[in-house]
């Protein structure tokens, strides 16, 4: 029986990761950084805040001269000033002294803390009562209380989200080191394969891998490069791969990567240059017959036709190794879970580990998984799908009401 030389395990497939050389460098403006990996580590410059900030409008104070202050028995303070925003105040408080000042103001000499002014009553212009005591540091942020001079503040390889991007924005980097982002070329391989714009004549399908993949690509941080459709002739599919190894960091194949009869996807990966097939076959389900190949230094993928296993291969499987050639470090690879109950019993053939699609359906004793299923052709199943549970490779099923984890889609 013919069958798929070598099945190996999704570990076995994470194992070649290192095989593939990371993005090089380069300095882009802070104002395109958004979903960028950090290709430097970024170090405090300065104590941030530089200096005693008041967090309330009212008083900047000594907190020592609100203590046993209440309605009842109010502190009686003096009014030193007025504190402008953005300036250094130039005089200091002592005991029984207040200075007025306002949120995001400079605390002057003497201050640790600040009354709020709904705490406060302004007896004249120079005097007001104080109702309530406030602790040292109340009201205020210390100098360097976010983070302190000398720091690590951001790690080469973490991903640039909307805070980071706040916190290169404090420490005036408006120039950033970033890995480049990869480029992905995209191709679906298909004698019976159209482009979406035609309607497609009985035996024909329009192309939906290139899209659902350039979307995960997207998604994935990632440059999608989409080369269109090849049809199912060794020379054109070799010139197209060629082309793309050329010009991109990674190939996508979708289609003929199966055994059937014009399934050349393998014999073309073999045919590129400097090429090396490293996996034939991943024991999970969907997406048994993918390959992985490495042509020089870039990773070449023949992803199952079946349009759901082309996205669950793409999310178990691809995106690790975009991410991994983008620069991102594995600790910074954000897979939301939700841990959920499984509502039915699932069975699964040992030896193989399943990917089963899920909706998530919230009721009072928390959230439960459903299984939708269905054929890895139909794209319905994973349409009304919000995340997979697995079932492990030595797992012969799982019961219902059983504590599983769904990965979020
Ligand atoms: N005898 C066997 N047959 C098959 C096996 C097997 O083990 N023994 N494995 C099955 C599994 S599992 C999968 S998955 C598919 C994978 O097939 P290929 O990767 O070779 O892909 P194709 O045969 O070209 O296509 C499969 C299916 O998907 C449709 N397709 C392909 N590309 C697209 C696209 N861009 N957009 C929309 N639909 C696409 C294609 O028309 C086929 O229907 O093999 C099984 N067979
Ligand atoms: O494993 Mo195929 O990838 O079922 O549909």
Redesign the pocket.
Known sequence: M???LKVVSTDNVMDYLSCFSKMGTEHISINNVFNRILGEDIFSDNNLPGFKRATMDGYAINAGSSFGASESNPAYLIIKGSILMGQVPDFSIGPGEAARISTGGMLPEGADSVVMIEHTEMLDNTNIEVYKSVAPGQHIVDKGEDFKKGEKILCKGRRINAPEIGLLGAYGRDMVKVYKKPKIAII???D??VPINQVPKMGQ??????Y?LAGLVTGAGAEPSILG?VR?DYNSLLDKCTDALNNTDMVLL???????MR?F?LEIISALPKSEVLVHGVSI?????TILAKSGEKAVW??????V??MIVFKTLVRPFVEYISGLMPEYARILKLPAKLSRNLSSAQGRVDYVRVRVIKKQDGFWAEPVLGK??LLNTIIKADGLVEIGLNVEGLDKGEDVEVIVL
């Open positions: 013919k069958d798929f679906s391989t298909g019976e394969i399908v329009r192309d939906i891998n290139t659902t459709i199912d979708s289609g003929g990567s199966s055994m059937g399934d996807t389900s969907p997406g048994k017959p023949g992803l199952p036709g079946h349009v296993s082309a890895s052709g």
